[in-house]
Protein backbone atom coordinates (compact mmCIF):
# COMPACT_ATOMS: atom_id res chain seq x y z
CA UNK A 1 0.00 0.00 0.00
CA UNK A 2 0.94 3.56 -0.64
CA UNK A 3 1.13 6.45 2.29
CA UNK A 4 -1.25 8.29 -0.15
CA UNK A 5 -3.54 5.19 0.06
CA UNK A 6 -4.03 5.52 4.11
CA UNK A 7 -4.99 9.40 3.34
CA UNK A 8 -7.50 9.16 0.68
CA UNK A 9 -10.70 8.94 1.43
CA UNK A 10 -11.75 6.64 -1.18
CA UNK A 11 -9.59 4.14 -0.65
CA UNK A 12 -10.70 0.52 0.87
CA UNK A 13 -9.64 1.38 4.37
CA UNK A 14 -12.32 0.80 6.90
CA UNK A 15 -14.06 4.32 7.05
CA UNK A 16 -13.45 4.76 10.73
CA UNK A 17 -10.05 4.60 10.51
CA UNK A 18 -9.10 7.55 8.65
CA UNK A 19 -9.13 9.72 11.62
CA UNK A 20 -7.30 7.88 13.05
CA UNK A 21 -4.70 7.07 10.21
CA UNK A 22 -4.52 11.28 9.54
CA UNK A 23 -3.30 11.91 12.97
CA UNK A 24 -0.93 9.11 12.74
CA UNK A 25 0.33 10.12 9.16
CA UNK A 26 0.31 14.40 10.76
CA UNK A 27 2.72 13.33 13.45
CA UNK A 28 5.21 11.12 11.02
CA UNK A 29 5.37 14.38 9.26
CA UNK A 30 5.84 16.94 11.76
CA UNK A 31 8.38 14.38 13.33
CA UNK A 32 9.69 13.85 10.11
CA UNK A 33 10.01 17.31 9.61
CA UNK A 34 11.59 18.62 12.83
CA UNK A 35 13.72 15.39 12.87
CA UNK A 36 15.54 16.65 9.52
CA UNK A 37 15.62 20.03 11.18
CA UNK A 38 17.19 18.49 13.90
CA UNK A 39 19.72 17.44 11.94
CA UNK A 40 20.48 19.56 9.17
CA UNK A 41 20.73 22.89 11.12
CA UNK A 42 21.92 21.01 14.25
CA UNK A 43 24.54 23.93 14.92
CA UNK A 44 22.74 26.66 14.28
CA UNK A 45 19.61 25.54 15.91
CA UNK A 46 22.30 24.76 18.82
CA UNK A 47 23.34 28.05 19.19
CA UNK A 48 20.12 29.58 19.06
CA UNK A 49 18.50 27.59 21.61
CA UNK A 50 21.12 27.86 24.16
CA UNK A 51 21.80 24.00 24.07
CA UNK A 52 24.85 22.71 25.96
CA UNK A 53 25.77 19.63 24.02
CA UNK A 54 26.00 19.77 20.54
CA UNK A 55 25.41 15.89 20.03
CA UNK A 56 22.00 16.63 21.64
CA UNK A 57 19.41 18.03 18.09
CA UNK A 58 21.46 15.29 15.98
CA UNK A 59 20.86 12.49 18.00
CA UNK A 60 17.43 13.42 18.72
CA UNK A 61 17.38 13.77 14.73
CA UNK A 62 18.05 10.54 14.10
CA UNK A 63 15.34 9.05 16.67
CA UNK A 64 12.23 11.31 15.04
CA UNK A 65 13.17 9.82 11.91
CA UNK A 66 13.02 5.79 13.17
CA UNK A 67 10.03 7.47 14.91
CA UNK A 68 8.38 8.70 12.10
CA UNK A 69 9.05 5.92 10.00
CA UNK A 70 7.32 3.65 12.10
CA UNK A 71 4.34 5.63 12.74
CA UNK A 72 3.77 5.20 8.68
CA UNK A 73 4.57 1.84 8.37
CA UNK A 74 1.90 1.45 11.36
CA UNK A 75 -0.48 4.02 9.52
CA UNK A 76 -0.33 2.54 6.35
CA UNK A 77 -1.49 -1.01 7.28
CA UNK A 78 -5.02 -2.50 6.10
CA UNK A 79 -6.09 -2.62 9.52
CA UNK A 80 -4.34 -0.25 12.72
CA UNK A 81 -3.06 -2.07 15.59
CA UNK A 82 -5.01 -0.32 18.22
CA UNK A 83 -2.14 -1.49 20.30
CA UNK A 84 0.21 -0.48 18.53
CA UNK A 85 -1.46 3.14 18.24
CA UNK A 86 -1.32 3.26 21.62
CA UNK A 87 2.32 3.09 22.06
CA UNK A 88 2.35 5.92 19.47
CA UNK A 89 0.19 7.84 21.92
CA UNK A 90 1.91 6.70 24.90
CA UNK A 91 5.09 8.27 23.63
CA UNK A 92 3.59 11.31 22.94
CA UNK A 93 2.20 11.83 25.88
CA UNK A 94 5.67 10.82 27.68
CA UNK A 95 7.46 13.10 25.55
CA UNK A 96 4.92 16.10 27.12
CA UNK A 97 5.16 14.94 30.24
CA UNK A 98 9.20 14.98 29.97
CA UNK A 99 8.77 18.46 28.28
CA UNK A 100 6.79 20.09 31.53
CA UNK A 101 8.63 18.10 33.62
CA UNK A 102 12.12 20.04 32.29
CA UNK A 103 10.75 22.93 31.57
CA UNK A 104 11.59 24.57 35.47
CA UNK A 105 15.19 22.96 34.69
CA UNK A 106 16.30 24.24 31.64
CA UNK A 107 14.29 27.49 31.35
CA UNK A 108 17.53 29.26 32.88
CA UNK A 109 20.11 27.40 30.32
CA UNK A 110 17.95 27.67 27.16
CA UNK A 111 17.47 30.89 25.62
CA UNK A 112 13.59 32.15 25.08
CA UNK A 113 13.88 31.02 21.25
CA UNK A 114 14.63 27.86 23.00
CA UNK A 115 12.23 27.57 25.78
CA UNK A 116 8.96 28.73 23.09
CA UNK A 117 10.19 26.15 20.78
CA UNK A 118 10.42 23.85 23.47
CA UNK A 119 6.15 24.79 24.50
CA UNK A 120 4.98 24.66 21.05
CA UNK A 121 6.56 21.30 19.93
CA UNK A 122 4.87 19.81 23.10
CA UNK A 123 1.60 21.81 22.14
CA UNK A 124 1.69 19.88 18.69
CA UNK A 125 2.86 16.98 20.28
CA UNK A 126 -0.24 17.16 22.45
CA UNK A 127 -2.51 17.72 19.86
CA UNK A 128 -1.44 14.97 17.63
CA UNK A 129 -2.05 12.57 20.94
CA UNK A 130 -5.56 13.95 21.66
CA UNK A 131 -6.40 13.54 17.79
CA UNK A 132 -5.12 9.99 17.84
CA UNK A 133 -7.01 8.84 21.09
CA UNK A 134 -9.93 10.67 19.33
CA UNK A 135 -9.08 8.40 16.56
CA UNK A 136 -8.64 4.62 18.37
CA UNK A 137 -11.90 5.49 20.14
CA UNK A 138 -13.89 6.22 16.93
CA UNK A 139 -12.62 2.48 15.59
CA UNK A 140 -12.94 1.19 18.93
CA UNK A 141 -16.33 1.67 19.07
CA UNK A 142 -16.49 0.53 15.23
CA UNK A 143 -15.31 -2.93 16.16
CA UNK A 144 -16.71 -3.74 19.39
Known amino acids: MFLTDA ?10 SRL ?9 AFSTLT ?25 LGVQLLIFAAAIVWIATRQNISTRLAWVIIALDILWVAGSIALLPFVSGILTSAGVTTMVLIALGVATFASGQIAGVRRLNTQTT
Open 35 to 59: GTLCLVDATPLTQAFGIPDPMLLPT
Open 7 to 16: WKSDTPFDPE
Open 20 to 28: LRRFLLGNA
